[in-house]
């Protein structure tokens, strides 16, 4: 059977052996009453990595996002987000119908807000106005193309929202791909911020999971949120054993796929009807114009490459653990052949 190569996403990722093993071998506890120690170790752990003096650990990056939005805000304030963001368009319109609190989408340049109009765009709180009371950042930002944020702009974000006393919070999904870009610890994304959320599950190999990092105030408020929108678990090491394996063995093998997503944008470049924006090619993500996408992505699902159609001439591919530089040039080598055709 011939092997699929799946550029979906770099959740389609299964978990490790040693994610496995770990499974398996997890010493467990009730979660909700803080006794298990595999969820205390991994949370423990998140929290060192972040710079943050505690974390919690969620199902999903929604959902840390989601009770972040909750736990820095009361109904009737304002977030600040950018305009294609995760949080604005692929959360359901979660800070609304969770949160109850008033959105403000603004452009950004590959995804990145500019700090001047962000500050200008502030609301003070009186009779008339909601009250700015969170911005939220994404770094690395998806749908700009895996664009990271450089950490002076990261910087003048956190100096913002001293100055107004609006806190900031980092969708860090891809938290790890950051600092790998930007060859920094992670802590020095994180310092900027109040609180971040990372997922196990993008781009570590991970089942499930993702980590709310921040004050101990803060998480304690957000395990109050978590279990109120139905996210207090039991026995919940079964996740955080391989949660734990991601952090310690994953984090650092990231610029394989970096690598990996560079030779494959740069290669398909060159190709007739394909137009790569290479500078935004930052981490592990090639998006590519082409004409009919959807019609390309059908041709490259017969020759088992699947890839993501994100608009009628949009595709993104996300290089991941399970994708090697053999299936690199197999992909290439297709393209070349599907576009001659």
Request: with cysteine; hydrophobic share 40%.
């Amino acid at each position: 059977m011939r092997k699929i190569i799946d550029y979906r996403s770099d959740t389609v990722t299964l978990p490790t052996e040693n994610m496995r093993k770990a499974m398996f071998e997890a010493p467990l506890g009730d979660d909700v009453l803080g006794e298990d120690p595999s969820v205390n170790k991994l949370q423990k752990l998140a929290a060192t990595i972040t710079g943050k003096e505690d974390a919690l650990l969620v199902t999903s990056g929604t959902q840390g996002n989601q009770i972040a939005i909750k736990a820095h805000t009361v109904p009737g304030d304002e977030i600040i987000v950018e305009e294609i963001s995760h949080i604005f368009i692929h959360e359901l319109g979660g800070s609304a119908a969770i949160s109850g609190v008033q959105t403000k989408a603004l452009h950004g340049k590959n995804g990145i807000m500019d700090p001047r109009e962000v500050e200008k765009k502030i609301n003070i709180e009186d009779d008339h106005m909601p009250g700015t009371k969170l911005i939220c950042l994404e770094n690395p930002h998806c749908m700009a193309g895996g664009i990271v944020v450089p950490l002076d702009i990261m910087k003048s974000f956190s100096e913002i929202g001293k100055k107004h006393n609006v806190k900031i919070h980092l969708d860090g999904a891809r938290l790890f791909n950051g600092g790998t870009y930007l060859k920094k610890d992670v802590r020095e994304i994180t310092g900027y911020v109040d609180s971040v959320m990372f997922c196990l599950s993008k781009s570590l190999c991970a089942p499930v999971g993702s980590m709310l990092c921040g004050t101990r105030e803060f998480i304690g408020k957000a395990r109050r949120i978590r279990k109120m929108i139905g996210g207090g678990m039991r026995q919940a090491g079964i996740i955080a054993a391989p949660g734990i394996v991601a952090l310690e063995e994953m984090t650092q093998r990231l610029e394989e796929d970096h690598e990996h997503a560079g030779i494959l944008a740069r290669a398909i470049a060159d190709l007739p009807g394909i137009t790569v924006d290479l500078h935004n090619v930052q981490t592990n993500m090639v998006f590519f114009n082409i004409k009919q996408a959807a019609v390309f992505a059908k041709k490259l699902e017969k020759e088992g490459i699947l890839c993501w159609d994100t608009s009628g001439e949009t595709i993104r591919l996300v290089t991941h653990y399970y994708i090697s530089r053999e299936d690199i040039l197999y992909t290439v080598e297709k393209f070349r052949e599907i576009l001659n055709q």
